[in-house]
Antibody
Framework: EVQLVESGGGLVQPGGSLRLSCAAS????????MTWVRQGPWKGLEWVAN????????YYVDSVKGRFTISRDNAKNSLGLQMNSLRPEDTAIYYC?????????WGQGTLVTVSS | QAVVTQEPSLTVSPGGTVTLTCGSS?????????PYWFQQKPGQAPRTLIY???NKHSWTPARFSGSLLGGKAALTLSGAQPEDEAEYYC?????????FGGGTKLTVL
């Protein structure tokens, strides 16, 4: 059974930092692109970032470039998202996605709230 | 950055057929955009229905199908069921980034 379990969400002040993690199991993590997607309150889905299987290529939505960094540890089947200089508009549920076809499986999400 | 457009809302009768579309602000949607379709019900994480235009997962009900239609990606639901009432999102690949559509709220009524 495939599982993607996000962690690390919470309440942070504007300008602060947070690191999200995603533990993957049940599929060949090291062979797949992995992705972060977020969903703000009463909003739709927003693609945030993805990373190539070997970590050599990373892509970001314009609104997080220079602030967020996606990473992975294939030995631990783990995906990360380092979020710096957080803004209120970054408030969202953050989902981890992966699978042989890039977006096969979703985690349950972790909530990030940026507020003073 | 490209904008991906979807109908904000659609209504279908039980047993009826409805087509949701997914367009691009910068031109026709093609196979090179690798369209995906996702379903999200209230309080739940989304799940993937269709990948790369028309491919289904093992959990995708047979009544859903994907295609390219008139320069857009399309999701067709044939024989709508009450449990199909949900928000549907498409996702397209552009140079260097993927972009979601704004979602279509589908009502089965």
């Amino acid at each position: 059974e495939v599982q993607l379990v996000e962690s690390g969400g919470g309440l942070v002040q504007p300008g602060g930092s947070l690191r999200l993690s995603c533990a993957a199991s049940g599929f060949t993590f090291s062979r797949n692109w992995m992705t972060w997607v977020r969903q703000g309150p009463w909003k739709g889905l927003e693609w945030v970032a993805n990373i190539k299987p070997d970590g050599s290529e990373k892509y970001y939505v314009d609104s997080v470039k220079g602030r967020f960094t996606i990473s992975r540890d294939n030995a631990k089947n783990s995906l990360g998202l380092q979020m710096n200089s957080l803004r209120p508009e970054d408030t969202a549920i953050y989902y981890c996605l992966g699978g042989d076809n890039n977006y096969d499986f979703w985690g349950q999400g972790t909530l990030v709230t940026v507020s003073s | 950055q490209a904008v991906v457009t979807q109908e904000p809302s659609l209504t279908v009768s039980p047993g009826g057929t409805v087509t949701l579309t997914c367009g691009s602000s910068i031109g026709a949607v093609t196979s090179g955009h690798y369209p995906y379709w996702f379903q999200q019900k209230p309080g739940q994480a989304p799940r993937t229905l269709i990948y790369k235009i028309s491919n289904k997962h093992s959990w995708t009900p047979a009544r859903f199908s994907g295609s390219l239609l008139g320069g857009k990606a399309a999701l067709t639901l044939s024989g709508a069921q009450p449990e199909d009432e949900a928000e549907y999102y498409c996702l397209l690949l552009f140079i260097g980034a993927w972009v979601f559509g704004g979602g279509t709220k589908l009502t089965v009524l």
